[in-house]
């Protein structure tokens, strides 16, 4: 199972703090499951909020009280009232509601243009420069063919046949796929279903489907199965993925609060070593190189190879011609 990450746990706080505030007295068990955690976490963040306030005073924290079985939250004001938005925010959103509505097979059509009429109503003038913004949602260097019969096999509810590239070990799968749907998220189209080979929802980036058939078979996934909540990122590791060992140098931490990790320990000289998955390595390896050495390619070994090799050559000298 996958550490959480520092930001996953403040983006639950920040909307758990005002949801209880709104509900004084509830049980901890029907708390626990409006906010969809268990009790044990739900107890472990009432725990932490004792730390959270606006300075370092007892009476400038956020109270926490559940020892009757009913939650209460005090002294939390300033993280309890509805947010405002900024004009770039608001501007932002509409613009992201506007490309949202462009998506072809959208099922919440309505929800969205009540949302965005709001919105651009509340904005009055300050929407002004969404009008001048266009997002291209294009084929993102995906053959035109494989995106249609994605989006077949999700209209039509059949099952679909891929060959699909994994970066990580650099070689092609070929898996039976259960359609759920297909969106575009950070500049790419992904195909997400019910994957037979990995007995699990799997989202396929597209680009990295060399081959796309649609199947004369009925591709419903199982009963109870649903498609992720996205949340930050599209990324979700998959046991096809390729196990990285990184070691942090305490100024590099924060990579493990930022990224998914699959495991952390921290050593007594100050640094952490923690494992990820990743099926394309490109970005680690910029990632590590842009660190500076506070972040080391422990495993696999040729990863750790190419890192080395990409850095010498970055500061190897360069020669110029001389006319």
């Known amino acids: 199972m996958a550490v959480e990450t520092a930001t996953s746990r403040l983006t639950r706080l920040l ?13 901890l068990e029907e708390a626990a499951r409006g906010l969809d955690v268990t009790v044990e976490q739900l107890e472990s963040d009432l725990n932490l909020l004792f730390l959270c306030g606006y300075g370092q005073m007892p009476d ?14 005090g002294n939390a004001d300033a993280i309890s009232r509805p947010l405002r ?41 300050s929407a002004e420069p969404a009008a001048r913004v266009s997002v291209d949602l294009a084929s993102a260097g995906v053959d035109d063919v494989v995106l249609a019969r994605a989006r077949e096999g999700v209209q039509r509810h059949r099952r679909l ?9 650099d070689e092609s799968t070929e898996r039976d796929v259960d359609p759920m ?10 195909l997400e279903g019910w994957c037979h080979r990995a007995v699990g929802v799997r989202v396929f980036r597209l680009d990295r489907v060399e081959a796309l058939t649609v199947l004369d078979e009925d591709g419903t996934p199982p009963e109870g199965v649903s498609p992720r909540d996205v949340g930050d990122s599209i990324f979700s590791p998959t046991e096809d993925d390729l196990v990285v060992t990184l070691r942090l140098l305490p100024g590099a931490l924060w990579v493990s609060d930022y990224y998914p990790v699959e495991s952390s320990s921290d050593a007594a000289d100050g640094s952490r070593t923690i494992t990820l998955r990743t099926a394309d390595t490109a970005w680690l390896e910029r ?7 506070h972040a080391v390619v422990v495993s696999p ?22 006319d």
């Open 161 to 169: 046949h891929l060959t699909y590239h994994v970066p990580g070990r």
């Open 181 to 190: 749907r297909v969106i575009a998220a950070d500049g790419f189209w992904y």
């Open 85 to 125: 938005l900024g004009v770039d925010e608001a501007v932002t959103l509409i613009v992201g509601l506007r490309t949202l509505l462009d998506v072809p097979g959208l099922t919440e059509r309505d929800a969205i243009e009540r949302a965005l009429a709001k919105l651009e109503a509340a904005a009055g003038t």
């Open 287 to 293: 990632l590590v190189l842009r660190l500076g050495g």
């Open 301 to 322: 070994p040729d990863l750790r190879q190419r890192v080395a090799d990409r850095a010498r050559a970055g500061l190897a000298p360069r020669t110029h011609d001389v």
């Open 15 to 27: 909307t758990m703090v005002p949801w209880l505030v709104n509900r004084q007295g509830i049980e």
């Open 60 to 73: 400038e924290l956020i109270e926490a009280d559940w020892e009757g079985g009913r939650v209460f939250v």
